[in-house]
């Protein structure tokens, strides 16, 4: 099995805002992560991590750490050849630093920290070819007020607001949504076990935020999602789940590949990245 490398990463801000006007990002985004994953893509070129996280903002430096084939030498040999130097430059190279990931076996008990976009994809009402990216939250609303065949159009959110409005014991709670959601995105595609306790999921949603993220079109043009108007998310952004839990492996091979490869959508761009550290008891 291929060798894995955890990296830390400073990034300038200043770099990093300067890459974003020169491929004319749109600046009322609400995260960085499609700008690191351009400068990461432009200073590594084919050796870039694919998985990344963005560990902490401080004022002058983004800290990324990301899961990558290589280490910290063999990254910096690329850049020192190929890299644009305003992008070279931007790394904080003396504070960077790496160190091989071990492969751990079934049975090894662990919490796992993780930053995850809770979408569902849905079939359009207009086509069985093509899909839309819904809350799940507002999917599983959805569900309840419309039934297992109901789909989210724009007469949906007035049916929510009344609903919601009356008190309709229908809908689910937003943060119970994404933990089950979450446990078994976890389970179904990082060979793990989530523990529970007293029969419920040892996965906890510590943090919620609504987004609006930084994307490319059908036209490859770097376009704000979702726009401000009603659409499959309403107006309200993509969601932003941070998600903690205790969990076992249950298949070492799988939990390898997912460190690798990051869980859920959205990989490329700063979410799905499983952050590692020993369970308590």
């Given at each position: ?52 996280h ?83 939250w507002?999917?599983a609303?959805?569900?309840a ?12 959110f ?26 078994a ?97």
């Amino acid at each position: 099995m291929p060798e894995l490398h955890l990296i830390r990463l400073p990034i300038s801000q200043a770099r990093l805002a300067q890459l974003a006007s020169r491929r004319h990002l749109p600046a009322q985004a609400d995260d960085l992560g499609y700008a690191v994953h351009s400068y990461l893509g432009e200073t590594f070129g084919e050796a870039a991590p694919s998985i990344f996280h963005l560990e902490r903002t401080s004022g002058r430096t983004v800290e990324v750490l990301a899961y990558a084939d290589r280490d910290l030498a063999s990254l910096r040999s690329v850049a020192d050849i190929a890299a644009d130097p305003a992008l070279h430059d931007g790394i904080a190279w003396a504070e960077a630093a790496s160190k091989p990931m071990p492969l751990l076996p079934t049975g090894k008990r662990l919490r796992v920290r993780v930053r995850l976009c809770p979408i569902v994809r849905q079939h359009r009402a207009d086509s069985r070819e093509h899909h839309s990216e819904v809350d799940a939250w507002l999917h599983a609303c959805c569900k309840a007020l419309r039934g297992p065949t109901g789909r989210i159009d724009p007469e949906f959110f007035s049916e929510l607001d009344a609903g919601r409005s009356a008190g309709d014991r229908r809908l689910p709670e937003r943060l119970d949504v994404y933990r089950d959601w979450a446990t078994a995105l976890l389970e179904r595609q990082a060979g793990i076990r989530v523990e529970r306790s007293a029969d419920r999921p040892d996965l906890t949603i510590t943090g919620f935020r609504l987004l609006r993220l930084v994307r490319r079109d059908r036209e490859r043009v770097p376009r704000m999602i979702p726009p401000r108007s009603h659409d499959d998310q309403g107006n309200e952004g993509k969601p932003e789940a941070l998600a903690e839990a205790a969990v076992s492996i249950i298949d070492p091979a799988t939990f390898t590949t997912a460190l690798a490869r990051g869980v859920g959508r959205h990989r490329a761009f700063g979410f799905g990245m499983l952050l590692l550290r020993p369970a308590l008891g």
